[in-house]
């Protein structure tokens, strides 16, 4: 059972990138899929998070610029995150959810530049 994340890095204020996180050895499909983030000196908080059947929820901090997908083919879940503001910087974590089940993906980290 992996979650692996990728796709974090170096953006300027204002900048896009695409978080994307690869499960394996779960049936994805069935799975609410999220990313999380924590900040320096933070606790680890919701970004977003996708239903099975492709419902979405977003922190108000990150609505209207952010926005989780998922393909159940791939099974692969994707963060375009937009107009990034320094305070996004945090690693971003994926996380898959299922009946009490919890599973956690290594992060990947997002630095925005002012």
């Known amino acids: 059972v992996q979650l692996q994340a990728s796709g974090g890095g170096l953006a300027q204020a204002g900048g896009s990138l695409r978080l994307s996180c690869a499960a394996s050895?779960?049936?994805?499909?069935?799975?609410?899929m999220g990313w999380y983030r924590q900040a320096p000196g933070k606790q680890r908080a919701l970004v977003a998070t996708i239903s099975p059947s492709g419902s979405t929820n977003y922190a108000d901090s990150v609505k209207g610029r952010f926005t989780i997908s998922r393909d159940n083919t791939k099974k692969t879940v994707s963060l375009q995150v937009n107009s990034l503001k320094p305070e996004d910087t945090a690693v971003y974590y994926c996380?898959?959810?299922?009946?009490?089940?919890?599973?956690w993906g290594q992060g990947t980290q997002v630095t925005v530049s002012s």
């Open positions: 996380n898959a959810e299922l009946e009490g089940r919890t599973l």
């Open positions: 050895g779960i049936t994805f499909r069935f799975y609410y």
